[in-house]
């Protein structure tokens, strides 16, 4: 009997669960060409909880949207440094604001900000990067997964230029 016990705790060990963890939060940040700085933070909540609070990316936010799993909005309560969200049960909750995370000199785009889990940076379409002040963990075209802490970034958008073409006719 104990030999069977071994044997299965073993074989548990090197056979794959069959399932992924799924991560507790997940930050995306989306600049626009206007500097507007939109966060959406998801959250997976335990249901037995009454309220959670959140650590946004910065302390100047504004147009705070929070609602559940069923498209229920959430009452929020903003603080300096973070936001509660009455969550009622949910056990899954969208945390979507702005911030003002972006500074612009010239045609040098800059993002700063400080996150304390892993985020995801969409920059604006024809975006090309200056610096970094830490390696992306991933990038794929426009959008960067970034480590957690201080993250600044430097970049330029490249504007659409027009041309003419006349066409003459035989």
Not at 30 to 42: F, L, P, W
Not at 147 to 153: E, M, Q
Request: charge should be negative; hydrophobic fraction near 40%; charged fraction near 20%.
């Amino acid at each position: 009997m104990k030999i069977c016990l071994v044997l299965l705790f073993i074989i548990s060990i090197y056979l794959p669960s069959g399932y992924s963890e799924i991560p507790k939060e997940q930050i995306t940040i989306y600049i626009d060409n206007d500097e507007t700085a939109k966060i959406v933070h998801k959250i997976n909540s335990e249901t037995f909880l009454s309220n959670i609070l959140v650590q946004p990316v910065s302390n100047n936010i504004s147009k705070i949207i929070a609602f559940d799993e069923n498209n229920v909005f959430l009452k929020t309560h903003p603080t300096d440094n973070q936001i509660r969200i009455d969550t009622l049960g949910a056990s899954k909750v969208t945390l979507s604001y702005e911030a003002t995370l972006v500074t612009k000199n010239d045609r040098i785009w800059r993002l700063e900000y400080e996150s304390v889990i892993t985020s995801t940076v969409v920059l604006p379409d024809a975006s090309k990067i200056i610096s970094l002040n830490t390696i992306p963990l991933d990038i794929i075209d426009d959008t960067y997964v970034m480590p957690a802490g201080n993250i600044s970034i430097s970049f330029t958008i490249e504007p659409l230029k027009t041309h003419e073409f006349v066409v003459h006719e035989n």
